[in-house]
């Protein structure tokens, strides 16, 4: 399955997290992406969830060349592809981010069911 999501910011968790009484709140900001990013799958995808091994390809462009951990990003867009498009993050055998640079920011996510020989590959065994 394959989802494109132009000229939406793409934020992260990292620097947009709140502490208050003895628990983490994500900012209005981290909320409101995630909500746009959220209605965006959705509009785009009516399948059934993946279960199983998945691969997951993001990639990220960015319409300037400030310095941004593309792994930051991953965080916020995994929380809300969970329970849409896979049952859980932790099915997750291989995950590749690609940072381009472009003219506007673009998010295309790209995720495939593995078959068990290809999630055995993976491992110090």
């Not at 709140?25 to 995808?45: A, C």
């Not at 310095?67 to 055998?93: F, Y």
Request: hydrophobic share 35%; glycine share 6%; charged share 35%.
């Amino acid at each position: 399955m394959e989802i494109i999501i132009r000229d939406l910011h793409i934020r992260n968790k990292k620097n947009n997290m709140r502490v208050g009484r003895r628990k983490v709140y994500k900012s209005e900001q981290v909320r409101g992406y995630e909500q746009d990013l959220h209605d965006e799958i959705m509009s785009q995808y009516r399948g059934p969830v993946l279960e199983g091994p998945v691969r997951v390809v993001l990639e990220v462009t960015q319409p300037d060349k400030r310095r941004r951990d593309a792994h930051n990003a991953v965080d916020c867009i995994l929380d809300v592809v969970q329970g849409l498009l896979i049952k859980d993050d932790s099915q997750v055998h291989d995950l590749r981010v690609k940072k381009i640079f472009g003219k506007k920011w673009c998010l295309k996510i790209v995720i495939e069911k593995m078959t068990p020989a290809e999630s055995s590959l993976f491992g110090c065994g």
